[in-house]
């Protein structure tokens, strides 16, 4: 059973559009959850969010985390063609002991826009 | 500051094989994270290492195993190739609860 999940899994929209991208979760130890961008091979780092409530913003790109509930969305305003590529959420868990900073990733959302 | 580095970045491996794939971390950082994605599984973690110890390995068999030097780079070697080990293995240099990862390495097995 996959501990994160990610919602869709592909999404196409055309420039200027808002997208709202989805990640729950469900781990024992929560410790911070992540965002990357992947377009030809390495992630490249977005967010990380450690308490709910609190939206961190990158120029069009913005994040928030529902504790609670236990989600993050990612939402692109007035989006580019230059924001094609997957997204992808990561969960950190607290490893008692070891200190591990181990990473449980969803499957990604693939995101296409077109002019 | 320069990035994290891996070597080779594209390797074509036969089954039976063995391979080694190395990786150096962002100057400073003294912990190591390797990560295996494919298509159906997508990203999983491999292991962990801080300051020469393995710190956290994930679900995959004894043929995968790695190591870390005392200048903090890292490597991770594959025994016995199968056609399944095809992917993209990235690793991830971490400070401060971030990882930073590296370009990748795209094994091939044929």
């Known amino acids: 059973e996959d501990k994160v999940v990610q919602s869709p899994l592909s999404l196409v929209v055309h420039e200027g559009d808002t997208v709202t991208l989805n990640c729950s979760y469900e781990v024992t130890n929560f410790r911070s959850l992540l965002w990357y961008k992947q377009e030809k091979k390495a992630p490249t780092f977005l967010f990380m969010l450690?308490?709910?409530?609190i939206e961190k913003k990158s120029g069009r790109l913005s994040s928030i985390l529902d504790k609670k509930e236990l989600f993050s969305i990612l939402n692109i305003t007035a989006t580019q063609t230059g924001d094609s590529a997957i997204y992808l959420c990561a969960v950190q868990e607290t490893y008692s002991g070891a200190g591990s900073y181990q990473l449980t990733f969803g499957k990604g959302t693939k995101l296409s826009v077109i002019p | 500051k320069a990035g994290v580095t891996q070597t080779p970045r594209y390797l074509i491996k036969t089954r039976g094989q063995q391979v080694t794939l190395s990786c150096s971390p962002i100057?400073?950082?003294?912990?190591v994270s390797w990560y295996q994605q494919t298509p159906g599984q997508g990203l999983q973690f491999l292991f962990e290492y801080f300051s020469e110890t393995q710190r956290n390995k994930g679900n995959f068999p004894g043929r995968f195993s790695g190591r870390q030097f005392s200048n903090s780079r890292s490597e991770m070697n594959v025994s016995t190739l199968e056609l399944g080990d095809s992917a993209l293995y990235l690793c991830?240099?971490?400070?401060?609860?971030?990882?930073?990862f590296g370009p990748g390495t795209r094994l091939t097995v044929l």
């Open positions: 450690t308490s709910s409530g």
């Open positions: 100057s400073g950082h003294r912990s």
């Open positions: 991830a240099s971490l400070r401060g609860g971030q990882q930073y």
